[in-house]
């Protein structure tokens, strides 16, 4: 069975940077696409970045380009998140899933952006 399972999140404030990790279990993981995602309170689930599977591609929403950095190791099986310069909008459970998501999602972690 697949598990997707994100961590590094945490309370930090305005400026500051977090680095998110997840692990995929049980899944071929070197050849898929890979995909950050973040569903804040009260709106749908959106996609924050993407890696092809050989990771030599990326994509990023216009809101974190420039901000945040996706990378992947194939040999450990797991997709990062770099975010830098976190606002107040970034505050929202992430998640990583394969692009286009096609897993059952993980438990997320949560960001939370706050002076």
């Known amino acids: 069975q697949v598990q997707l399972v994100e961590s590094g999140g945490g309370l930090v404030q305005p400026g500051e940077s977090l680095r998110l990790s997840c692990v995929t279990f049980g899944s071929l993981f070197s050849r898929y696409d890979m995909g950050w995602y973040r569903q804040a309170p009260g709106k749908h689930r959106e996609l924050v970045a993407r890696i092809t599977a050989g990771g030599r591609t990326t994509y990023y929403a216009d809101f974190v380009k420039g901000r945040f950095t996706i990378s992947r190791n194939n040999a450990e099986k797991t997709v990062y998140l770099e975010m830098n310069t976190l606002k107040p909008d970034d505050t929202a459970v992430y998640y990583c899933?394969?692009?286009?998501?096609?897993?059952?999602w993980g438990q997320g972690t949560q960001v939370t952006v706050s002076s």
């Open positions: 899933n394969q692009y286009p998501y096609n897993l059952p």
